[in-house]
């Protein structure tokens, strides 16, 4: 059986559609560490590469993707609604040119995680079991800091200089 959606991350709030999605499929997405599977019944077609909500969001809730807040609801989103700009604000401001505030988008973040995770059962992201910071195997800095692995321009098969 081929995947139809994907969650990115366990924090998200939303799943992506890899391929077109009619209203009334049903989606399951497979369990992540220790988020359980969750099923959901599309309320609307979905595009492929959009995104359809996974659980209820509320009006200025932060909508979660990759595991960071992405943009806030701009109405209550119920569970299978389509996820894109006619019902999410962008944390990017301006009208011309266009930026990210990251002091806004973690206020925003910190502010729900304080309200719904406050119970205990969240998971603090970028932490093993007994509290150690979590280390990127390959991190592209690193690999900047060593002029033997610099010299490419390369990590991996992304160009990165």
Request: hydrophobic share 35%; net charge positive; charged share 30%.
């Amino acid at each position: 059986m081929s995947k139809i959606a994907i969650r990115i991350n366990k924090a998200d709030v939303v799943a992506v559609a890899l391929e077109p999605l009619s209203k009334g499929t049903s989606v399951t997405l497979e369990a992540m560490d220790d988020v359980p599977e969750v099923t959901v019944t599309l309320q609307e077609d979905i595009t492929a590469g959009h995104k359809f909500a996974i659980r209820e969001i509320k009006k200025g809730e932060p909508v979660i993707k990759y595991g960071y807040p992405i943009g806030s609801a701009t109405e209550d989103i119920a569970v299978g609604k389509h996820v894109h700009t006619h019902n999410i604000h962008t944390l990017l401001e301006g009208e011309l040119s266009y930026t990210y505030n990251e002091a806004k988008a973690k206020a925003a973040y910190d502010a729900w995680y304080k309200e719904k995770c406050s119970h205990g059962q969240c998971v603090q992201k970028g932490r093993r079991p007994r509290g150690k910071p979590q280390r990127s195997v390959d991190c592209a800095s690193r690999r900047l800091r060593k002029p033997h692995l610099r010299k490419t321009g390369y990590v991996g098969k992304r160009k990165i200089l």
